[in-house]
């Protein structure tokens, strides 16, 4: 059973930061890419920000120069780090992490967060 556990959401003002946290925890071989995604009402899920086990990464032109990814691989955590933050970054943020095993082959498989809210006031 593997979980993936957020914190860090919250309200802010526009032009304020949050850093959000997501640990996976569980029966883990390794873990491949992880990321952050959002959710606005009455929108589609869209990708923030996704870092390698290597650490390359890859942004939304939204929120490119703003918005860090960053994670530590011996506590299975990622972090995003928002500053600037501004009322259009209001949404349901989710975790992923491609996690990757071996049994006679390789496996990968995703597995999300539940969400955590984000709501910039302007």
């Known amino acids: 059973q593997v979980q993936l556990v957020e914190s860090g959401g919250g309200l802010v003002q526009a032009g304020g930061s949050l850093k959000l946290s997501c640990a996976v925890s569980?029966?883990?071989?390794?873990?491949?890419?992880m990321g952050w995604y959002r959710q606005a009402p009455g929108k589609q899920r869209e990708l923030v920000a996704t870092?390698?086990?290597?650490?390359?990464?890859n942004y939304a032109d939204s929120v490119k120069g703003r918005f860090t990814i960053s994670r530590d691989n011996a506590k299975n955590t990622v972090y995003l780090q928002m500053n600037s933050l501004k009322p259009e970054d209001t949404a349901v943020y989710y975790c992923?992490?491609?996690?990757?095993?071996?049994?006679?082959?390789?496996?990968?498989?995703?597995?999300w967060g539940q969400g955590t809210q984000v709501t910039v006031s302007s």
């Open positions: 870092i390698t086990r290597g650490g390359s990464t």
């Open positions: 569980g029966t883990i071989f390794s873990i491949n890419t």
């Open positions: 992923n992490a491609q996690l990757i095993w071996y049994s006679s082959s390789w496996h990968d498989a995703d597995y």
